[in-house]
């Protein structure tokens, strides 16, 4: 058989065209900049990831290892076993002071697929979604994805990074098709009041837009009651309600969301995990009821350390020079201005990592609106936060 000719070559395969609008979590570029860092010997104080530094309660360790033992291994349900969805309908039942039917909530593998599968399903090419700016950034990257339009809502300093409704209504028209909602805020600890969120859904009345309200920080609150979309009325018929056992519970790596979906996207949602994840693992969700359903010491011991860290974290950012930091209302994220010092956040968060050791987020990282912002999570101990604080200065005092 004669050879091939030795300069016929063929082009290397490559990625579909898709993936390169899919976006990332700057969080986990940067902490594996700062793993490498600690590899190579370096002393590095992690403010980059946004998860709880707590062990997750042993009652709800130990319902997972009863369900192991007991031969709960296998497929079970993709919308979730019926036996969690009801304990999850009666908690945001309970917690929204509303009526939430069983057979609207679903179980996923955490929050991000709920983001994901939610606008998948609502959205066509070319429709609009509203989302908040600084945020989360999985939302523009699956918005993005799918088609979408991002409509940036402006989230400001001056309204406690809160949004201003009329800017709402100004963003709406005929091709908004969602508006998704988080709060508290990731990244800035933002709470919407009450008032806010009667204001927005009077205007989303108005449309036939869905609403996706990402709750997930709903336990981790400093003041006041918490308040949701969903529980306006007239406003759960629309609106997925998020939330999930990751940051309640210091179970992230479990990876266990769940959400109250209006009845016409239950079954296309179902979809998307059947034909995606297949299911929570049943001894997961054992382990979830258990957190709903047993003692929740663990979660206010937890929120009452994070409520003595904030204190640090926020004077200590007070006293820095050129910096100044209102106190977040919720979750675990400072969200300090650095936007008087000569240094852009940009450059300056790369510096901290390199420089002083300590791994943060610039604001720009979570949208337009953050930059001149940077992100420390406080979910870390005492000492490493006043130690974290006293190495920033100490950069700061060079510029």
Request: charged share 20%; proline share 8%; with cysteine.
């Amino acid at each position: 058989m004669p050879s091939a000719p030795s300069d016929l070559t063929s082009p290397a395969p490559a990625p579909a065209r898709a993936v390169r609008e899919l976006g990332t979590e700057s969080a986990f570029a940067v902490l594996a900049r700062a793993t490498e860092l600690e590899r190579q010997g370096r002393e590095i104080i992690h403010l980059e990831i946004g998860e709880p530094d707590f062990p997750t309660p042993p009652h709800i360790c130990e319902a997972a290892f009863a369900a192991v033992r007991s031969g709960e291994t296998h497929y079970c349900p993709s919308a979730g076993l019926a036996e969690f969805r009801a304990v999850i309908a009666a908690e945001l039942s309970r917690t929204r002071g509303i009526t939430i039917p069983v057979e609207r909530v679903l179980v996923g593998n955490g929050a991000k697929p709920f983001l994901f599968f939610t606008i998948l399903t609502v959205c066509e090419r070319g429709d609009e979604v509203i989302y908040p700016d600084p945020g989360f950034p999985i939302y523009a990257s699956a918005i993005r994805w799918a088609g979408g339009t991002p409509v940036p809502l402006p989230l400001r300093e001056d309204r406690e990074f809160s949004f201003d409704p009329e800017e709402l209504g100004a963003r709406l028209s005929r091709r908004t098709k969602l508006i998704i909602l988080n709060s508290p805020n990731n990244p800035t600890g933002g709470v919407i009041a009450a008032r806010a969120l009667e204001a927005a859904a009077e205007l989303i009345s108005r449309t036939s837009a869905w609403v996706l309200s990402d709750e997930v920080y709903s336990r981790l609150l400093y003041a006041d009651s918490f308040a949701s979309i969903a529980a306006v009325p007239g406003m759960l018929e629309r609106t997925v309600l998020l939330d999930g056992l990751s940051k309640t519970y210091a179970m992230t790596g479990w990876r266990c969301g769940y959400a109250a979906v209006p009845e016409p996207l239950v079954e296309p949602l179902t979809r998307f995990f059947v034909n995606s994840t297949s299911c929570v693992p049943p001894f997961i969700q054992r382990a979830g009821i258990a957190a709903l359903e047993g003692p929740q010491d663990s979660v206010a011991a937890m929120l009452e350390e994070f409520r003595a860290r904030r204190e640090i974290v926020v004077d200590g950012l007070r006293e820095l020079p050129g910096v100044t930091c209102r106190s977040p209302s919720g979750a675990f994220y400072a969200f300090p201005n650095v936007g008087a010092l000569t240094l852009p956040a940009e450059a300056l968060a790369p510096r901290l990592l390199d420089e002083a050791g300590v791994a943060v987020l610039a604001g720009a990282d979570f949208g337009a609106q953050g930059a001149g912002y940077l992100r420390l999570s406080y979910a870390n101990s005492r000492a490493n936060l006043t130690a974290a604080l006293a190495r920033m200065r100490e950069l700061l005092s060079t510029l």
